[in-house]
T-cell receptor
Framework: GIQVEQSPPDLILQEGANSTLRCNFS?????LQWFHQNPWGQLINLFY???GTKQNGRLSATTVATERYSLLYISSSQTTDSGVYFC??????????FGQGTELSVKP | NAGVTQTPKFQVLKTGQSMTLQCAQD?????MYWYRQDPGMGLRLIYY???????DKGEVPNGYNVSRLNKREFSLRLESAAPSQTSVYFC?????????????FGPGTRLTVT
């Protein structure tokens, strides 16, 4: 199955800073999502992005499927951005394979 | 729209007891999924249902059974709970066309087996 590697595993930012989270995957995919898990455990959909680039406010994501990686950009970070960010690619019948996540802490 | 709902939110079981986790979605999605999340880890797929009337095993199916009751509902049953099944369980559904759509997740059920 697909192997997923996310980096960095942990990240501490000062409020207002920018960051880039990376997701490498080992096989071709036809599905890829980014999620934010907030401190209460809720999973929030950020992007459905099997290829290309999307932007939503301060967040944007790029997937280069041919090179098997995806990037999540967070600009002007806020304390509410804290939590764990998961990348989840998939290539079989809609099944997603989750990475281990990047734990982000934004300090005021 | 409520999206994906799960019941119960919390449950404590003794080893050997059984229980059913309920999941329902009101988005007319074809596909539904059950995942588990252990501390400090990503989610792992237990079972999924590509469409009403079908179910298939995921990565970690042992100790679980599922039922796709109708298009809206997908339940997960633990017949004889074990401490290794202590976890947070998430249900998800995906929009048509199935297998390539964005998945939407419920709020989770936190299960402790003592």
């Amino acid at each position: 199955g697909i192997q997923v590697e996310q980096s960095p595993p942990d990240l501490i930012l000062q409020e207002g800073a920018n960051s880039t989270l990376r997701c490498n995957f080992s096989d071709s995919v036809n599905n890829l999502q980014w999620f934010h898990q907030n401190p209460w455990g809720q999973l929030i959909n950020l992007f459905y992005i099997p290829s290309g680039t999307k932007q939503n406010g301060r967040l944007s994501a790029t997937t280069v499927a041919t090179e098997r990686y995806s990037l999540l950009y967070i600009s002007s970070s806020q304390t509410t951005d804290s939590g764990v960010y998961f990348c989840a690619p998939g290539n079989q019948g809609g099944k997603l394979i989750f990475g281990q996540g990047t734990e982000l802490s934004v300090k005021p | 729209n409520a999206g994906v709902t799960q019941t119960p939110k919390f449950q404590v079981l003794k080893t050997g007891q059984s229980m059913t986790l309920q999941c329902a979605q009101d988005m007319n999605h074809n596909s539904m999924y059950w995942y588990r999340q252990d501390p400090g880890m990503g989610l792992r797929l237990i079972y999924y249902s590509a469409s009403e009337g079908t179910t298939d095993k995921g990565e970690v199916p042992n100790g679980y059974n599922v039922s796709r009751l109708n298009k809206r509902e997908f339940s997960l049953r633990l017949e004889s709970a074990a401490p290794s099944q202590t976890s947070v369980y998430f249900c998800a559904s995906s929009e048509p066309p199935h297998s390539r759509g964005e998945q939407y997740f419920g709020p989770g059920t936190r299960l402790t087996v003592t």
